[in-house]
T-cell receptor, first 114, second 116 residues
Framework: DSGVTQTPKHLITATGQRVTLRCSPR?????VYWYQQSLDQGLQFLIQ???????AKGNILERFSAQQFPDLHSELNLSSLELGDSALYFC?????????????FGQGTRLTVV | AQKVTQAQTEISVVEKEDVTLDCVYE???????LFWYKQPPSGELVFLIR??????QNEISGRYSWNFQKSTSSFNFTITASQVVDSAVYFC?????????????FGGGTRLMVKP
């Protein structure tokens, strides 16, 4: 058990809908990362938050947004969903300082858009 | 820009064979970390090892060993006496330590199938 909790584990929704994925980091970790794993793009970094502030952005679509709350849990919001958004979405957490880059991943949320 | 290449898309071995998974990386930073993760059929990403760019010592953990060579920008992973439970997709990843965010850049993964 990595200590990173993601909910839900599975999500099936229709095109055009909006969903929210939730992540609770390991105790003591200030940094949360979101990654997307799809068949055609592989594992890609989406966005990172550190202690409530956005720290880095990767290949995240404008239809997607995230935030980190005062209790350090994070949510990834995906809107106007398309078939191509079907993927496994991972959250990872770390202490967050540059010298401690170990990233432990949650079990992922498998999103299926139909 | 950083890049990780895992040239072997799929490897199939018979149980008890040794197998090496290759990982080649590119970075302009002198301070970076390299990782290996295992993704079993259940889907989660299991952390296996982290190595920093200043430590080229090889590491052994049970049947697993890692060979880090800066001269060839490689960080290869060997499983000795493979077992069926080793069947998974293995990812190599790179993190540039001083880059804002120090997120992971993953290779494409190598699917390892160990047959009984």
């Amino acid at each position: 058990d990595s200590g990173v909790t993601q909910t839900p584990k599975h999500l099936i929704t229709a095109t055009g809908q909006r969903v929210t994925l939730r992540c609770s980091p390991r105790s003591g970790d200030l940094s949360v990362y979101w990654y997307q794993q799809s068949l055609d793009q592989g594992l890609q970094f989406l966005i990172q938050y550190y202690n409530g502030e956005e720290r880095a952005k990767g290949n995240i679509l404008e239809r997607f947004s995230a935030q980190q709350f005062p209790d350090l849990h994070s949510e990834l919001n995906l809107s106007s969903l398309e078939l191509g958004d079907s993927a496994l979405y991972f959250c990872a957490s770390s202490v967050g300082n540059p010298w401690d880059t170990e990233a432990f991943f949650g079990q992922g949320t498998r999103l299926t858009v139909v | 820009a950083q890049k990780v290449t895992q040239a072997q898309t799929e490897i199939s071995v018979v149980e008890k064979e040794d197998v090496t998974l290759d990982c080649v990386y590119e970075t302009r930073d002198t301070t970076y970390y390299l990782f290996w993760y295992k993704q079993p059929p259940s889907g989660e990403l299991v952390f296996l090892i982290r190595r920093n760019s200043f430590d080229e010592q090889n590491e052994i953990s049970g049947r697993y060993s890692w060979n880090f060579q800066k001269s060839t920008s490689s960080f290869n992973f060997t499983i000795t006496a493979s077992q069926v439970v080793d069947s998974a997709v293995y990812f190599c990843a790179l993190s540039e330590a001083l880059r804002a965010g120090n997120m992971l850049t993953f290779g494409g993964g190598t699917r390892l199938m160990v047959k009984p």
